[in-house]
């Protein structure tokens, strides 16, 4: 995939485990913070969205932590499964605008 | 329902030659937004279509790149000449207008792997 020649940092965890993904963004700006999938071969997926007056929203099997003070953004799968194997991105959404400023992903690696 | 399409899947090409990318979005869909990763890179933005309308393209580099949308449904981009820094991989994407659905969910497509040798 696309990803070859990029350095990517990793999370590796076992199936049935929980992962947790963070991400730290710059913009205190953004009214926005959104977490995308991409598999390989694949374009990049929406998983789930956050407003920037909420800390927390729930999925399923995902939960987006926002933590404007730090300004840190997680994402937190539950019973993590082989098919969640991906890379994870996150991304601000400029307040009115719609263009997405996308972090460098995280490479989640789920084993059997 | 049909996804985003990109043609071509791949291309390669010389410095200093000509490439034109094509987008098709979802049937329907107003917003079409094209971004790229770079080798080694974050996926950035290039621009966003509403309808035929370029509504933001602050993210062009440069004016080798030429990006269309006659008639309000695929897209193309077009870098010419094409140089080494271009290499990478470009996607497109789509999204309905109104108030329906999450609004930031962008539909992508595969993308285009470019290479320029």
């Known amino acids: 995939g696309e990803s070859v020649g990029l350095h990517l940092p990793t999370l590796s965890v076992q199936e049935g485990d929980n992962s947790i993904i963070n991400c730290a963004y710059s913009?205190?700006?953004?009214?926005?913070f959104i977490w995308y999938k991409q598999e390989s071969g694949k374009g990049p997926q929406f998983i789930i969205d956050?407003?920037?007056?909420?800390d927390k929203r729930q999925g399923q099997r995902v939960t987006v932590l926002l933590n404007k003070t730090v300004k840190h953004l997680s994402l937190q799968i539950a019973a993590t499964q082989p098919g969640d194997s991906a890379v994870y991105f996150c991304a601000e959404r400029g307040g009115g605008f719609q263009k997405l400023v996308f972090g460098t992903g995280t490479r989640l690696l789920v084993s059997p | 329902e049909a996804g985003v399409t990109q043609f071509p899947s791949h291309s390669v090409i010389e410095k200093g030659q000509t490439v034109t990318l094509r987008c098709d979005p979802i049937s329907g869909h107003d917003n079409l937004y094209w971004y790229r990763r770079v080798m080694g890179k974050e996926i950035k933005f290039l621009l966003h279509f509403v309808k035929e309308s370029k509504q933001d393209e602050s993210g062009m580099p440069n004016n080798r790149f030429l990006a269309e949308r006659t008639g309000g449904t695929y897209s193309t981009l077009k870098v010419q000449p094409a140089e080494l820094e271009d290499s990478g991989v470009y996607f497109c994407?789509?999204?309905?207008?109104?108030?329906?659905?999450?609004?930031?969910?962008?539909?992508f497509g595969p993308g285009t792997r470019l290479t320029v040798l």
């Open positions: 956050i407003r920037s007056n909420m």
């Open positions: 913009n205190s700006a953004s009214d926005y």
């Open positions: 994407a789509s999204r309905p207008s109104g108030s329906g659905g999450a609004p930031n969910e962008q539909f």
